[in-house]
């Protein structure tokens, strides 16, 4: 049996599975956290996907790995291989003013149309910016500018700082793929290259893509990463990277790791381009994940420009594109509300379904990390519609759920907008596996609901690049389905969200 794995990198946590190359099936998995916050030094992803490896079970029988990883992390490098400060991850707001003056600095049309987006506070762009107006210090230390994936990669490859890495700091080894590269809003999708100007005009400084063979060095411009096609190999697991780090030389010393100690690493891919990948996504399928963001997004043929910015015209890991919305409160809209109702999930699911579709009025804003669609990042959550009769807890309960899903269910119609086809909606995420949010996507969303199977999908879709790199061709693995809710569109519970947030008119 030929083995392959997935690495899914995501905010909260490493996941690692191992699967069979020729069907897809898990042979083993394992996982390790990582430490919250908004900003996070790489080295904690470096320990827990050492970690998450020693869970799964090493790599000694694995033939090819990639890895996908949580975008928009800002990884700054110096020329010695060292970070030169945490990484500020999707979810930090303070790049907010940068966008803004990004966006007016360029014009939403014309950035658009450059990048397939309009800068927001989740993007790269915004976040190299924030670094040049407030930490110029740090800022003149720059010498690459790479995200999550592509860091863990190069270092997998056993590149990293001076005097703590195998092969030392050659930045011109950096790499990433198409999909990620598109979520920095400094490469085009379009055109399937970096915009320099775009990115001088953030940093300050010039820019180039990194050469691969040791190009020289020059002090003034900063390597941005290499890009890779779908279905390229990014190089091979350097020997000391098997397994955990302190017992890699033995394994290569035996022979055990891999084909003849050889691991091959795939492209690597933004989180949800790796979904879609493990989803086997289709044009037609609109994927909902829930995780610690909310995003809806689906496999489409041509790029997409929306210059409202509500949709950002990504990339995607196969070689056609990924259109999609992002919300920043999923997920964590349940535990707040569980923590305030005093109750676990399983209980806030059964208070949930005990009230009416709608929820007796009671809406929940959920923008208690502020929003990126809309761009609010300063906004914060409101429960409205309150009165005496409808403050009960299965009502508060029910909103929360309702809330998170409308939120997305936006997302959905200005996917539609943008011309994109739309005939079923996969709903995946951990927060999937509770009934209510089941049962409620089917009365929030116009479209059949399907539940794939619980499973990493992120890292399911790394090991197809895996397999991919290694046979020269995308494999085909069935997905199983847990669930298929029956359809029970209420268009009263989008329309009350909508009024709350202020998109209907409140006479009407």
Not at 102 to 124: C, I, N, Y
Request: proline share 6%; net charge negative; aromatic share 6%.
């Amino acid at each position: 049996m030929t083995l392959v794995a997935g690495v899914d990198s995501s905010t909260q946590s490493c996941k690692v599975v191992v699967l069979d190359a020729d069907s897809g099936a898990l042979v083993r998995e394992g996982r390790a956290s990582h430490p919250d916050g908004t900003e996070i030094h790489p080295d904690h992803w470096w320990q827990a996907l050492s970690d998450a490896f020693d869970d799964a079970g090493g790599l000694a029988d694995v033939s090819a790995l990639s890895v996908g990883g949580q975008q928009h992390g800002m990884v700054l490098l110096d020329r010695a291989g060292h970070v030169v400060r945490p990484a500020l991850l999707w979810n930090d707001t303070r790049s907010a003013g940068a966008a803004a003056a990004l966006t007016k600095e360029v014009g939403a049309e014309d950035f658009v149309r450059r990048t397939g987006l309009v800068p927001v506070a989740s993007f790269t762009i915004t976040k190299v910016r924030w670094v040049r107006d407030n930490e110029p210090e740090l800022a003149d230390r720059v010498a690459a500018v790479a995200l999550p994936h592509d860091w863990l990669t190069w270092r997998l490859r056993g590149y990293g700082p001076a005097g703590s890495s195998p092969l030392g700091p050659d930045l011109e080894q950096l790499t990433t793929d198409r999909s990620d590269a598109s979520g920095t809003g400094y490469w085009s999708p379009s055109a399937g290259d970096y915009d320099l100007d775009l990115f001088k005009l953030a940093f300050g400084r010039d820019a180039r893509e990194a050469a691969g063979n040791g190009g020289a060095a020059d002090p003034g411009t900063a390597v941005l990463p290499r890009v890779l096609g779908p279905g390229d190999t990014a190089g091979e697991v350097h020997p000391a990277c098997f397994g955990s780090p302190a017992e890699g030389a033995g394994a290569a010393e035996s022979g055990t790791a891999g084909a003849g100690s050889r691991i091959l690493l795939g492209a690597g891919a933004g989180d949800n381009a790796a979904a879609a990948l493990g989803l086997g996504a289709e044009p037609g399928d609109v994927v909902v994940s829930l995780g610690t963001s909310g995003t809806v997004f689906s496999v489409a043929s041509r790029a997409i420009a929306d210059s409202s910015g509500t949709v950002a015209g990504f990339a995607d890991a196969s070689g056609e594109y990924l259109p999609i919305a992002v919300t920043l409160n999923a997920a964590r809209v349940l535990s707040s509300v569980a923590g305030i109702l005093g109750v676990g999930f399983d209980e806030l699911s059964r208070l949930a379904l005990e009230a009416e579709p709608g929820a007796g009025g009671v809406v929940l804003v959920p923008y208690f990390e502020g929003e990126r669609t809309p761009n609010l990042p300063h906004a914060k959550a409101s429960f409205q519609g309150l009165s005496i009769a409808s403050s009960t807890r299965s009502n508060f309960a029910r909103a929360a759920i309702e809330g998170m899903l409308c939120g997305l269910s936006a997302g959905l119609d200005a996917l539609r907008a943008q011309g994109g086809p739309a005939t079923r909606l996969l709903l995946i995420g951990g927060a999937v596996q509770n009934p209510a949010v089941q049962a409620i996507a089917a009365q929030v969303f116009d479209l059949p609901v399907v539940v794939p199977s619980p499973g990493e999908y992120v890292a399911r879709g790394a090991a197809v690049q895996a397999a991919w790199a290694l046979v020269g061709d995308r494999p085909e693995w069935a997905v199983a389905v847990d669930a298929a809710p029956a359809p029970d569109f209420q268009p009263h519970i989008n329309e009350n969200y909508l009024r709350a947030c202020g998109h209907i008119d409140p006479g009407r």
